[in-house]
Structure formats: structure tokens, C-alpha cells
């Protein structure tokens, strides 16, 4: 369930995010390059803030799946 949870919110709230953000900061006037680029940098390392308990050991074997050595 957790890696369906985390496909979604990669295939759908990522795509939403970026363009969200987009948006915001195209509300402004154009920054400097380096203060935009920052700005880029912060903003793609927040969206993932709440997620990292959904993200952390998704590429980890399901603990409660069944081994694959029972012999069924």
C-alpha cells in the first residue's frame, strides 16, 4: 500500500507541485538568477518534507510480505 501511496504522490502531487510553485514565483518579477535558482532548490527539497515517512524504505522488501523460502 505504501508504494502505491508513493507512485500517486509522485505521479500526481509532484506534477501539481511544480506547478504550483511555478506559478508562485512567476508572481514575481524576475530574480536574480542565483536567488532564483536557491529559491528552485528550496522549494524541490520541501514538497518532499511531508512525505519522508511515506518515502523512507520503499526500496526495502515488504516485511509483511510472505518469503519466498516457506516452499508453498
Do not use: C, H
Amino acid at each position: 500500500m505504501r508504494r502505491f501511496l508513493s507512485a500517486m504522490v509522485l505521479l500526481i502531487g509532484l506534477p501539481v507541485y511544480i506547478v504550483v510553485a511555478v506559478t508562485i514565483v512567476g508572481q514575481f518579477e524576475r530574480l536574480p538568477l542565483v536567488v532564483e535558482f536557491v529559491l528552485y532548490v528550496v522549494l524541490g527539497i520541501l514538497w518532499a518534507l511531508p512525505f519522508r515517512k511515506l518515502f523512507r524504505g520503499i526500496g526495502k522488501p515488504d516485511p509483511d510480505a510472505p518469503s519466498s523460502g516457506e516452499g508453498n
